[in-house]
């Protein structure tokens, strides 16, 4: 008889093999009366296990409603973060704890506070992609999905600090025609697409729409013909009668956008370089074989210190209020 090889896909985690993951993590998530929510840049077989689907602003808003005990965030640590400050009472788990940000990253809460501090009369309007020490010395937080909806509900006076985004911050201002102090950060991910070869691209492809997220660069952004959150994104895709798509995000969304438009061709926006750094190597850290055994384990959890949770709240509420 033939010998079937099989193996996981993720080497780093010894499981026994004849488990089947799928039916593993279903039982658990009876078990733990959990709710598993997955952001659209995670792996597809993630998406598929997942209770609930979203970008960053729909995560929250099913955060804050959920009646589950625990939380399984598949997505990256602040997004547990945002869940863990909406529900302080509930457990929540996150597959791979260094699933980080370069925008979270990129900007420490002690130094955003000094540059804070050099503009006394400024609000601080921050991307929900910061830590929650970050939030804890916000005023309003806001998303890709609501940025410029929140900065056109304040009176027209109000001077405000964007962070950590450059890229969205500047798309804010040009949306909203205000001026904006910006903290000077970025996302690798949006940052790497070619505007080069997009429009080597736009060429081969002219019956083809350039879809991009506002977390692109200027440049990308000025080619395109829809900008949008990931849901927002998804949205257009189905609701447009063209058949064929540029998609300028991480390539993860491909998936809704190919289970909701079976007759639609999307073409991933192409790096830089020939590397595959359009897809968020933070994000991919989460693995089916870590998802598994965080619930299995019930760890890592998700932490943070009562005062600081306490203070993120405040503005994280906010925007939910605002949204
Ligand atoms: P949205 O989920 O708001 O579309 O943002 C995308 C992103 O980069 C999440 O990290
Ligand atoms: Fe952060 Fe960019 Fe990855 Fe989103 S795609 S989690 S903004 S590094």
Partial sequence: ?????????????????????????????????????AHYYQESEIQDLADFIGDSLQLSQQASKTEAEVI?????HFMAETAKILNPGKQVLLPDLNAGCSLAEGCPAELLKKFRDKYPDHILISYINCTADVKAISDIICTSSNAV??????????????????????YVMKQTGRDMVLWQGSCIVHETFSER??????????????ISH?????SVLAESDFIGSTSGL????????????????EPGIIHQMLLKNKDKTFIPAPPENNCSCNECPYMKLNTLE????????????????KEILEKAAIPLQRMLDMS
């Fill in 1 to 37: 008889m033939e010998a079937v090889l099989k193996f996981r896909k993720d080497k780093s985690v010894s499981i026994d093999l004849s488990l089947n993951l799928e039916e593993e993590i279903r039982k658990l998530k009876k078990e733990l009366n959990a709710v598993i929510l």
């Fill in 72 to 76: 399984v965030f598949a997505g990256v």
């Fill in 149 to 170: 909806k929140i900065v056109n509900k304040l009176k027209p006076d109000q001077k405000i600090i964007f962070a950590p985004d450059k890229n969205l911050g500047k």
């Fill in 197 to 210: 070869k997009i429009i080597r691209l736009k060429t081969e492809h002219p019956d083809a729409l350039l």
């Fill in 214 to 218: 506002p977390e692109c660069e200027e």
């Fill in 234 to 249: 998804l949205k257009y895709v189905t609701d447009s009668e063209n058949k064929k798509f540029i998609v300028a995000t």
């Fill in 290 to 305: 870590k998802l598994y055994l965080c619930m299995r384990d019930r760890k890592p959890e998700l932490t943070i210190e």
